[in-house]
């Protein structure tokens, strides 16, 4: 059974930082992106940033590029967010979901940030940004 396990949300002030992880399990992690969305109230989710596991190549939305950074450990199968300097606008709840790396890297991963690529799902993590 795949499991995807969002951890590491809550309360943080801006200017801050916070780690988000996800552990996965289920399947051969290194085969596989590890995307982070959010979704804010009344706004649809988008795509943070992601993270090919075969080959470590990152991408991230040019609202968070330069304050977040994605990692992932293959060994412990869990990738992290680390978020550096949240703004209150990056309030929302964080999921992380997987797909496999080819179904993204055939369009050369532009489909990174499109939540549909995607195959599998947490159940997310609160985040929340004070001024």
């Known amino acids: 059974e795949v499991q995807l396990v969002e951890s590491g949300g809550g309360l943080v002030q801006a200017g801050g930082s916070l780690r988000l992880s996800c552990a996965a399990s289920g399947f051969k992690f290194s085969d596989y992106a590890i995307g982070w969305f959010r979704q804010a109230p009344g706004k649809e989710r988008e795509g943070v940033s992601c993270i090919s596991n075969n080959d470590g190549t990152t991408y991230y939305a040019d609202s968070v590029k330069g304050r977040f950074t994605i990692s992932s450990d293959n060994a412990k199968n869990t990738v992290y967010l680390q978020m550096n300097s949240p703004k209150p606008e990056d309030t929302a709840v964080y999921y992380c979901?997987?797909?496999?790396?080819?179904?993204?890297?055939?369009?050369?991963?532009?489909?990174?940030?499109?939540?549909?690529?995607?195959?599998?799902w947490g159940q997310g993590t609160q985040v929340t940004v004070s001024s």
């Open positions: 979901a997987a797909v496999p790396s080819p179904f993204l890297s055939v369009r050369g991963f532009t489909s990174w940030g499109f939540p549909g690529e995607y195959d599998y």
